[in-house]
């Protein structure tokens, strides 16, 4: 089972590495990660790199992928090259799947017009305006397309993918593996549980780092 996970200058670490962590450890899966070309990409977070051991066009038939956010998206919204190969590969795939803002280019791409979705909280007007109907679900299934919200999002998706490939049993085992236990410290995981004020807080940072469009 190859699995293709697009990696990108300015992704979020977490949105390709959580989903990874689950879904190597199916029966039968070869995981490759997939740039524009071979080599590293930096992410989002400074220091910390991904490396693509494949390109674009050294992956045609995968059977899942994966495209993860980050602020990288935002340059991939026009990108032809990156759209027309989602586009071609998301018609042979099982499954077609993304993490965060990588919604943002399956909609962008054209796979997601009229069809409930969901990514990061930030950016469900700009999903809109892609043409994707936004929920506030933490994962959507719509089809063989998988949809996931915000960065730790990813992780539920991914068990959730690996059941339907492989058997809750499978999920579940895969699940205990990596100890997914999530016994976080606040309720504040999503903007209708955090306070307010941290709400506006996040809004304010998010919108300093937003690049122009």
Do not use: N
Not at 151 to 163: K, R, T
Not at 179 to 205: H, M
Request: overall charge negative; some cysteine.
């Amino acid at each position: 089972m190859e699995i293709a996970i697009l990696v990108f200058d300015g992704l979020t670490a977490l949105d390709a590495v959580g989903p990874s962590e689950v879904l190597w450890r199916l029966p039968g899966a070869e995981l490759r990660y997939v740039g524009k070309e071979r080599g590293p990409v930096q992410t989002e977070t400074g220091p910390l790199r991904v490396f693509a051991d494949h390109a674009l066009k050294e992956v045609a038939e995968p059977e899942i992928l994966v495209v993860p956010g980050g602020m990288g998206t935002r340059a991939l919204l026009d990108d032809e090259e990156v759209l027309d190969w989602v586009r071609a590969v998301h018609e042979r795939t099982r499954w077609t799947t993304s993490v965060c803002t990588g919604s943002l280019i399956l909609a962008a791409a054209g796979l997601l017009d009229g069809m409930p979705a969901t990514g990061h909280w930030l950016q469900m007007d700009r999903l809109a305006e892609l043409g994707a109907e936004p929920t506030g679900k933490r994962v959507v299934r719509e089809g063989k397309i998988i949809t996931a919200a915000g960065v730790s999002s990813g992780i539920d998706m991914a068990l959730e993918l690996a059941a339907l490939e492989a058997g809750d049993e499978v999920a579940q085992a895969i699940q205990l593996s990596i100890e997914y236990d999530p016994q976080p410290p606040f309720d504040a995981g999503s903007p209708e549980k955090a306070p307010e004020a941290i709400v506006e807080l996040v809004r304010t940072r998010a919108a300093a780092r937003e690049p122009a469009r």
